[in-house]
């Protein structure tokens, strides 16, 4: 299970570096436009089109990413003062309603994707851009979301039922204040403080 993770970790991290170059590429190409349209009024044409796409599918491609690093927002004001036992469940519900809205959204989404083949939709743009390209780049972000999600959900059950409840709440469970500390300081709020008065 622990290299199924870190398999899953990986593919994350290549899918948001890949997703941010995009959108760096993109934001580099409006720049270019930019200037083109003002100083020498011509068009390199297709910027609007292709950043839409970018951002749509570095989109979905880090939302797998943001879940296995807690960023996505969850409200903990009382999931901290509750007993270990449901702040388990309510992990486990968090992404059993995460996967209850991904999977018919990945199943709508490849209905598109697959509209988009058999009729070889084309955008009605001058590119012309085969629209299943990039609706086959988001739908595979989706995938890999929902895969992750899957992956996060059987392995905090599989800690829990080895009453692993800390490692369970690792994966599964939000970043406290001090984990936020911690992360940005790099300075651990449980070890104990060194040089300290005498």
Partial sequence: MDRLLQFTERLNLVGVWVGGSLLFLTSAMIAIEVVLRKAFSISMGGADELSSYVLAISCSWAFGFALMRKAHIRIDILYTRLPSKFRAALDILSLLTFLAYLVPLVYFAFMVVQTSVIRESTANTPLQTPLWIPQGLWLAGLMV????????????????????????????????????????????????AVGGDQ
């Fill in 145 to 192: 979301f929902l895969f992750t999600i899957v992956v996060l959900l059987v392995a905090t059950i599989s800690r829990l039922a080895k009453k692993d409840m800390t490692g369970a709440q690792q994966l599964s469970g939000p970043t406290t204040l001090e984990d936020g500390i911690e992360e940005e300081t790099g300075i651990s709020l449980t070890a104990p």
